[in-house]
């Protein structure tokens, strides 16, 4: 089987995804159980073969011909170290989420849309895992459209009327967005008549003449476009604070610690895997700039703008168009430390982010909206939920032995290190507003007055806390140990990188 | 024999991980007030003992500690004992019993709230001192000294009033500010200043000893991380220790006359001596930002000390006045002088936590806070204020207390390095200390109580008088015995014992 797994780690979620709706019709509740079995068998499936790729060698992968259709007729899924990084993230991220969002759901969705949820939820995992391990561009754009639909479903379906519309607009963005990826793919292709990753940059480095084709480089804004507004990368994010504000906890819950990042995972894999490190360090000198400051302004005004919000998704939303900020700085810095940063910035950011949206879920739990003010002496009523805020909290911060630092800690050096000195202060700055929202909140949670009231009255059900932990502890466990920084080197050196 | 070579590879993670056990010690007997503060004295007692048994260790001349982690080749958490360590470890860790004692009758005599939270985030405190004290890089000594901002929060907005609420926040936002507009990107200049082969772990004569990066670029990392250090409480950087002072006093004790701010000038001294290694800071000429840095604030500290009414205030300036001794001593670049810093850690930290123990004995037995209440209060409380007295001058540096033996070697280090604008300061600032706490012992001896108050004898709680009386009893034994402090601080200075 193990030789499978590449495709299985797809086909049994999708499969479950399709059944769930008919065992959920003859038994309520029951959906629950295959979705997470589905789940756990892709985790497993996932940390199985980025187990399998880190034993071997740097620029080796686990390569599945579909059908048996060898790659240029047929379609090719390829987990190499870098992409297994983020199928590993995604696959965890759903199952802690699937477990998380039990209690959760009996309070946000009706009992009869139920059934549909689990089954859209599974298909947006199904669809994020497939952008992950995919080695056909065409066909990564098919998975890029199942992830966004089920996202816009998954996000229309918060309690609110609001919720239709935040969904509404994210269809309308996020449609123009795969536009471009389309029209890139359609130029790409133009050109070079193959649609695999592989060939594409093998017929690329033979001939660098090719660079100089307009084509290309129209392609390659095209793909830049879409994905920065796929990704929410400052000044596109417009659509992302509502959506995530908007959507039931348990998709914001995925979708903030999943989906913008497996965009930026795209950018990550058309730079380096379609058009190579030459392309990027030599023909368009332009873009690299551009993306450069939109990264540097997204890791400042992103939590600038979070410390006004009084709403806790909506803030932690802003939050997440600074962090994306950080993964895209990785990749245009192209040095060793820059993109290391970047990389492991996929698992810190997704244990950090991850782990206070089951608090803001939490939130919403016990009191039925995310009112930040709400949070008021929650350490003495749930001090478990404020344990994990603090935690996380710290790690958004970066403060040192907690994971956040070590992506900062990279990003700085590969700045220096790639004589782009304005990057520190940026990085410094962006700190130092995450830490007066952080502390805000905290100050909130931990050291209220004695005479109020707190309005969460109690610690949420197990179910929910346990999950919240395992994230909390996420952030220490990449922060205290060398593992992350280890896989992300190794995957750095795979994409071409120098030591 | 394997057992104890294990023991010495980990006894500086144990001595952590001992605090840290403690707090969830004290954490489960929240319910019974006897239990958990039995167990804070038991946690601090191994701890000590600990403590102890690696420096006996260490004299022998055997290597303690091991790297935990190494995240990348450089970047590594891990310990090593040395002669600054063990002389920051053994300060710690030992008036952390004589404060836990003195806490205990404080909090209760008072009948504060919310003690559980008090005595963990207390013993959270202490484990980030070991931490760092034992750090083998600069990366661990940066992440203990972050733990130690954030676990001492709780600390000091403990009241939770208004005032204790601006307090906090502007202690938070000086501490986290500086080590993060700073300190960090110091960091990243002393990381990139490695060249091809970056590290943090510390070196004797200094890990940037080799480097090949511009002097300009080195002094500004030089210049950051001493301003990034703003535990150490050089002006500008130093409101956040007065603003503190809204804390109970056992913490203003402890942690801001011991262990906060020792952490800041240890931080220093680490710079000074592992990190850039005084032969380098010779060459690029910027220890006399360090040393002008501290004669500024030495003499500014004390004149704004002398205009303070408020006991705690007077006291924090006071500290921040003693501080820069300690780095005045070290920016010399002369061994003698060095040597004096360093030991002025031990001594300072000594003197000043029996002011402010005295300080708060008297609030807690009279509820006076202020300087000009104290007329004839040596008659209510002698224990004391004699203890006071003995703190004062130690301040000044008279004998019989500590505080003249590392003044004299400040004296000579001066005058070997033809320092003569330092020798003044030290004169005016000799001056200034007996000018601030004299007229408060001749107040409290030699006036007359105001007439219409009480004049009987009432002392503090008897846990507050001895653990005063402890201190002070230190603070004249190192006087006449300073040779334990004083032989760690020449180890540390010069190399080798």
């Not at chain 1, 994905?227 to 990368?233: E, H, S, V, Y």
């Not at chain 2, 007692?45 to 303690?64: A, P, R």
């Not at chain 2, 963990?120 to 004290?133: R, W």
């Not at chain 2, 204020?385 to 003995?390: G, N, V, Y």
Request: aromatic share 10%.
């Amino acid at each position: 089987m193990t030789q499978h797994l590449p495709v299985l780690v797809i086909v049994v979620p999708l499969l479950t995804a399709l059944i769930v709706p008919l065992v959920e019709r003859v038994r309520r509740g029951s959906a629950w159980y295959l979705v997470t079995g589905a789940l756990l068998f892709s985790t497993y499936a996932a940390i199985q073969m980025l187990v399998q790729v880190s034993s071997g060698p740097i620029e080796g992968s686990i390569r599945y011909a579909l059908g048996a259709w060898s790659a240029p007729m047929g379609i090719e899924y390829v987990v190499d170290r870098v992409n297994g990084i983020v199928l590993t993230m995604v696959a965890v991220v759903g199952l802690i989420s699937a477990v998380w969002m039990r209690p959760s759901l009996k309070m946000e969705i009706r009992e009869q849309a139920r059934g549909s949820y689990y089954t859209v939820f599974l298909l947006c995992c199904v669809g994020f895992m497939g952008m992950t391990i995919t080695g056909d561009i065409f066909n990564l754009y098919v998975f890029l459209e199942i992830a966004s639909i089920t996202s816009y479903v998954l996000i229309a379906m918060g309690k609110r009327r609001q919720a239709l519309y935040a969904g509404y607009s994210y269809l309308i963005v996020g449609s123009i967005g795969a536009t471009f990826i389309l029209l890139g793919i359609g130029h790409l292709y133009m050109r070079t008549g193959v649609l695999s990753m592989a060939d594409i940059v093998a017929l690329f480095e033979a001939n660098p003449e090719l660079f100089e084709k307009s084509d290309v480089r129209v392609a390659f804004a095209f793909f830049t476009v879409g994905l920065a507004m796929k990704m929410a990368l400052f000044p596109l994010h417009g659509w992302q604070p509502s959506a995530y504000t908007q959507a039931p906890s348990a998709a914001s819950l995925f979708i903030a610690a999943t989906s913008t990042k497996v965009s930026a995972y795209v950018f990550y894999r058309i730079s380096f895997s379609v058009f190579g490190i030459q392309f990027l360090e030599s023909a368009l000198p332009v873009i690299r700039d551009g993306l450069l400051v939109m990264a540097a302004a997204a890791i400042v005004l992103g939590p600038l703008l979070a410390i006004r919000q009084n709403n806790l998704k909506r803030l932690l939303a802003y939050s997440s168009v600074g962090q994306i900020g950080y993964i895209m700085l990785g990749v245009v810095l192209l040095n060793m430390d820059g993109v290391t940063g970047g990389l492991i910035h996929f698992w810190n950011h997704a244990a950090a982010k991850g782990a206070l949206f089951c608090v803001a879920g939490a939130l919403v739990y016990r009191t039925g909206s995310a009112r930040i003010a709400d949070l008021a002496g929650m350490g003495r009523t749930a001090p478990w939920t404020a344990t994990v805020l603090t935690i996380s909290g710290c790690s958004m911060i970066g403060v040192p032995l907690t994971a956040g630092f070590l992506s900062k800690w990279y990003l700085g050096a590969g700045a220096l290190a790639a004589d782009r000195w304005m990057i520190v202060p940026v990085l410094l700055a962006s700190s130092i507003f995450t830490a007066i929202y952080v502390w805000r909140l905290l100050s909130l949670v931990w050291f209220a007055p004695k005479e109020a009231v707190p309005a969460v009255t109690k610690e949420v059900p197990w179910a929910m806390r346990g999950p919240a932990l395992v994230l909390a502890a996420g952030c220490l466990v990449f922060g205290l140990s060398s593992i992350s920084v280890s896989i992300a080197r190794d995957a750095a050196r795979a994409l071409g990188l120098g030591s | 024999m394997m057992l104890a070579m294990t023991l010495l590879e980990i006894a500086p993670a144990v001595s952590v991980g001992v605090c840290l056990l403690g707090v969830f010690g004290i954490v489960l007997a929240r319910r019974s007030p006897n239990v958990r503060e039995a167990v804070s004295l038991i946690t601090a007692g191994v701890n000590f003992v600990l403590v102890l048994w690696m420096y006996c260790q260490f004299q022998d001349g055997k290597e303690i500690g091991s790297t935990l982690v190494e995240i990348v080749p450089g970047l590594s958490l891990g310990f090593r004992v040395d002669a600054l360590g063990i002389l920051f470890g053994l300060i710690a860790s030992s008036l952390w019993i004589v404060n836990t004692l003195y806490s205990i009758g404080y909090m209760r005599a008072h009948d504060e709230h919310k003690q559980t939270r008090f005595f963990s985030c207390f013993a959270i405190a202490i484990a980030a001192c070991m931490g760092a004290a034992f750090s083998s890089s600069l990366f661990s000594l940066f992440a203990f000294y972050e733990l130690l901002t954030i676990c001492t929060y709780p600390l000091v907005i403990h009241a939770e009033t208004e005032t204790a609420k601006a307090g906090a926040k502007r202690y938070v936002t000086y501490l986290l500010g500086a080590s993060t507009l700073f300190l960090l990107p110091a960091l990243f200049l002393i990381w990139y200043a490695g060249g091809d082969n970056p590290t943090m772990a510390f070196a004797e004569g200094g890990l940037l000893a080799s480097s090949t990066a511009s002097h300009g670029l080195l002094g500004l990392a030089f210049v950051l991380s001493v301003i990034g250090l703003a535990k150490c409480g050089m002006m500008p950087f130093h409101s956040w220790l007065p603003a503190a002072m809204v804390a109970p006093t056992p913490v203003s004790a402890l942690l801001h006359a011991v262990a906060v701010v020792k952490m800041g000038v240890f931080g220093v001294s680490r710079i000074v001596l592992h990190v850039f290694g005084i032969d380098l800071l010779e060459d690029i000429g910027i220890h006399q930002f360090l040393v002008w840095g501290a004669c500024f604030t030495i003499v500014t500290a004390s004149l704004v000390a002398l205009v303070q009414d408020n006991l705690k205030r007077r006291l924090a300036y006071s500290t921040i006045s003693q501080l820069s001794y300690v780095l005045l001593g070290l920016g010399m670049l002369v061994p003698a002088a060095g040597m004096a810093g360093v030991l002025h850690i031990g001594v300072h930290a000594f003197s000043k936590i029996t002011l402010f123990f005295a300080a708060g004995a008297i609030y807690v037995a009279l509820h006076k806070t202020k300087v000009s209440e104290l007329d004839g209060i040596g008659r209510r409380m002698p224990i004391t204020m004699t203890a006071f007295t003995i703190g004062a001058l130690s301040m000044i540096g008279l004998p019989p207390a500590a505080g003249v033996v590392s003044k004299w070697f400040l004296v000579q280090g001066a005058a070997d390095g033809a320092w003569y604008g330092v020798l003044a300061v030290l004169v005016v600032s000799a001056l200034l200390n007996a000018a601030y706490f004299l007229p408060i012992v001749w107040r409290a001896f030699f006036k007359p109580t105001p007439p219409g108050e009480d004049d009987g004898y009432k002392e503090a709680p008897l846990l507050c008088v001895v653990a005063l009386s402890i201190t002070a009893a230190a603070t004249i034994a190192l006087f006449f015995l300073p040779d334990i402090f004083a032989d760690l601080a020449r180890a540390a200075v010069g190399g080798g014992s």
